[in-house]
């Protein structure tokens, strides 16, 4: 790679941020004001952080979520998560090769007072759940406390450049994430009984009914009268040889060095998993000006939204379905990636591997809640909510629906009189039902001078297309948000309809461009880099799925009216292929790569803190290890900082392929702290001592 920051982007304004330095191993390093620690490395070529004490294997990083701990580094002579430590001016971090020092001596410490801090509701997680319980609490009067681990409230809202599905009057449907996450914390900023901690980590609920918080450098108890869980999720994990090199990390990693902190971590990238998550990960790359060499998804169809698949192969990028990844090579980072065919029963089907080679292998294989904080809740006897993705895995929209639910309902537990309105729950359900059926149309010529060609052919719960319509000539076919969109009537080449849709399903079509060469003119939506589009005038045309049907001349490139940084695309295409004219390519298809030589390992390692292997955990179930207690005792699986939250369903999924049903398996036994936190604030020890 030649250059690590992302100097334009097609969406992200580019900020003029103030530069300093620190160093890394002695050498100098340029970071951003506001950037953490693990950005600032990437932005400045670095991908490997340290060694493991164990076999010297390269660490590098994972979740840049705080949930493992495979970039950690020594910082000013304390070891620290680089994801989560904000750089500094003359900070002076180091690789954590092996295991951190010992202090070289030790002296008494005067301990100080646990400050208590009380208040009616707490919520944990500033996300879109957190903060949309937070808006209805204030709306009450309620006294309310959000604490979040980030430096900005919004969690995920802010990594998501595209158009949010589900509806435009209850949950900014047609909105970018990142300006709805700006939205929300404008709402909760409105309200003086709504208080906000950020860089403040929850880390267990304890039986006095106090929750402890780690807020920056002080440690505080906080006494609610409820609780609300809003967390989130943590990426699922996968496990295959080379799967611990630098170089795979999870998609949410990627979108947070790419979307929030503007850093162009690879040139070659591969996407494992065809859900939302993965495919939506594969946009934003193409968008950032990465190659996107391929989409492996194990099932027969992707599980994402038909409008994001079809978003990706229009641009170029291959996906392979009934696809698993094999292995991923390299010796001390990725090098390269093989995946193969898998039958009905996910094996690998022998002699259908491919080989290619690229430098990123992003994991997007699903979530889980993060609700370890709400099973202490409850094991406390604290009365407590849960919302978002702590509660069930499923689109923002969804969440943010959810939170609001979970406001009023607080509101109840606490004695204020207050509804929900009938139509909260039924909605809520519909923007978290995954897509119904899929029903391809053929687009049919219309008696008309322009008009829309509509190919939104899944059921999802959108609606935006009808809202914005100044004819109301497109309608769902249905009573449902998640009936399919049709259009029957006039138009008048507005193209508000083709800017709005958040899955870039709709195109315009003029007939009478120019009949006597045969020409028309197709408006397309475009969210990719428009200089290039002006430097190509003439580009390969595809159909929805991304079938290549020839070239098409730019004409213009537009803005939208009503979407920002959304271009709207004039082409112009042959008169016969004006129907079918759905998008353009940006990308071929990569070459295999001859792998001979390349570096591979035979075992898989499952538990990435400890280094615990495939083979070791094998041993163990067959000799009859049956608690996963057992299994930490003798291996040491779970007993790194991450709390064994990358492994323990790896280790679930093992049992099972070794035959053993997991009723018969002991869950383990999981106790806070929840996260790392420093002695010194645990104990509030005077600032004096804190040497």
Not at 15 to 30: C, W
Not at 136 to 158: F, P, Q, R, Y
Not at 262 to 281: E, H, Q, W, Y
Not at 399 to 407: H, N, T
């Amino acid at each position: 790679m030649s250059e690590f920051r992302i100097r334009t982007h097609p969406i992200l304004d580019v900020p003029k941020v103030e530069e300093f330095t620190f160093t890394f191993n002695g050498e100098a390093i340029r970071a951003r004001r506001g950037e953490v620690i693990s950005s600032a490395l990437f932005a400045n070529g670095i991908r490997i952080f340290g060694h493991h004490p164990k076999d010297s294997a390269p660490q590098g990083i994972f979740c840049a979520n705080g949930q493992c701990s495979q970039c950690m580094v020594i910082a000013d002579g304390v070891p620290v998560k680089a994801c989560m430590t904000l750089a500094r001016e003359g900070m002076v971090v180091t690789s954590c090769d092996g295991m951190p020092g010992l202090p070289a001596a030790d002296r008494p410490v005067t301990f100080g007072e646990v400050e208590t801090v009380e208040t009616d509701v707490l919520i944990v997680g500033g996300g879109p759940s957190g903060l949309c319980a937070g808006i209805e609490l204030g709306k009450l009067g309620i006294e309310t406390l959000i604490v979040d681990d980030k430096e900005e409230l919004g969690g995920k809202l802010g990594l998501q450049t595209h158009a949010f599905f589900g509806s435009i009057d209850d949950c900014f449907a047609g909105t970018r994430g990142h300006r709805i996450g700006h939205i929300l914390r404008e709402q909760v900023a409105q309200f003086d009984c709504v208080r906000t901690w950020t860089g403040a980590t929850a880390v267990g609920v304890f039986a006095d009914k106090r929750v402890g918080v780690q807020h920056r450098s002080r440690y505080v108890l906080v006494h609610p009268k409820v609780i609300l869980i809003s967390t989130g999720a943590r990426e699922k994990n996968l496990a295959f040889p080379g799967c611990d090199l630098p170089g795979v990390y999870g998609a949410g990693a990627f979108q947070t060095l790419v979307n929030r902190d503007l850093v162009r971590p690879t040139d070659r990238l591969f996407v494992v998993g065809g859900g939302n998550v993965g495919l939506i990960a594969a946009y934003h790359a193409i968008q950032a000006g990465i190659e996107v060499v391929g989409l492996v998804e194990a099932l027969p169809r992707c599980g994402g939204y038909k409008v994001h698949l079809d978003k990706i192969l229009r641009l170029g990028v291959p996906v392979y379905t009934s696809h698993t990844v094999v292995r991923a090579f390299g010796k001390t980072e990725v090098e390269g990636i093989e995946i193969a065919r898998v039958d009905a029963s996910f094996k690998v089907v022998p002699k259908t591997s491919r080989r290619f080679k690229v430098d990123t292998i992003l994991i997007a294989v699903g979530l889980s809640p993060l609700d370890s904080l709400l099973v202490m809740a409850k094991e406390a006897n604290v009365p407590v909510v849960s919302a978002g993705d702590a509660k069930e895995i499923a689109e923002a929209s969804a969440a943010m629906f959810s939170g609001r639910l979970a406001g009023r309902k607080i509101a109840k537990m606490l004695g204020r009189r207050t509804f929900v309105p009938q139509v909260w729950q039924p909605l809520m359900e519909t923007l978290r039902s995954k897509p119904g059926e899929t029903r391809m149309r053929r687009p049919k010529p219309r008696d008309l001078r322009v008009y829309p060609v509509v190919r939104c052919y899944e059921e999802i719960p959108c609606n935006p297309c009808t809202q914005v319509c100044p004819m109301h000539s497109i309608r769902l076919a249905g009573d449902s948000i998640t009936a399919l969109p049709t259009f029957e009537g006039r138009c008048t080449g507005c193209g508000r309809c083709v800017s709005i849709c958040p899955g870039l399903a709709i195109t315009l079509v003029v007939e009478n461009y120019d009949p006597k060469r045969r020409r028309a003119l197709v408006i397309l939506p475009s969210e990719t880099d428009r200089g290039a589009l002006f430097r190509e005038r003439t580009i390969t045309t595809t159909d929805v799925e991304g079938k290549t049907l020839g070239e098409g001349t730019v004409i213009a490139v537009k803005r939208s009216p009503i979407l920002d940084k959304r271009n709207l695309l004039l082409l112009e295409v042959p008169y016969e292929q004006r129907l079918d004219v759905a998008g353009y390519r940006l990308q071929e298809p990569a070459e295999q790569w001859d792998a001979l030589g390349a570096e591979s390992k035979d075992d898989v390692i499952v538990c990435r803190c400890e280094r615990v292997t495939r083979r070791e955990i094998v041993r163990e179930i067959r000799r009859g290890v049956r608690d996963m207690n057992q299994l930490k005792a003798v291996l040491r699986t779970g007993m790194g900082a991450c709390g064994g939250k990358t492994c323990t369903e790896l280790i679930e999924r093992i049992f099972r392929e070794e035959g053993v049903p997991l009723n018969e398996v002991t869950e383990p036994t999981n106790r806070p702290f929840v996260t790392e936190v420093p002695l010194s604030l645990l104990a509030s020890v005077e600032e004096d001592d804190e040497e």
